[in-house]
């Protein structure tokens, strides 16, 4: 998983060409690098799920 593709589905998440996005434990650290360098990164909202996977959705709302 490199940073291109990262961004790849951020986009589409953003666009909305995806509801959510499944990461991987083992990917999960390569993908927050390239998450949290974007400026709109406060949208995104990431789910624990149980095994330490994380689902992602983006949100109109920025958190705080």
């Given at each position: 998983?490199?940073?291109?593709?990262?961004?790849?589905?951020?986009?589409?998440?953003?666009?909305?060409e995806?509801?959510?996005?499944?990461?991987?434990k083992?990917?999960?650290l390569?993908f927050?690098?390239t998450?949290?360098?974007?400026?709109?990164?406060?949208?995104y909202?990431?789910?624990?799920?149980?095994?330490?996977?994380?689902?992602?959705?983006?949100?109109?709302?920025?958190?705080?």
């Amino acid at each position: 998983m490199n940073e291109e593709f990262v961004n790849e589905i951020l986009n589409k998440l953003r666009d909305g060409e995806l509801n959510e996005y499944l990461v991987k434990k083992d990917q999960f650290l390569e993908f927050r690098n390239t998450l949290v360098k974007r400026e709109d990164f406060k949208h995104y909202r990431g789910i624990a799920l149980h095994g330490g996977d994380v689902l992602y959705r983006y949100t109109e709302d920025a958190r705080s």
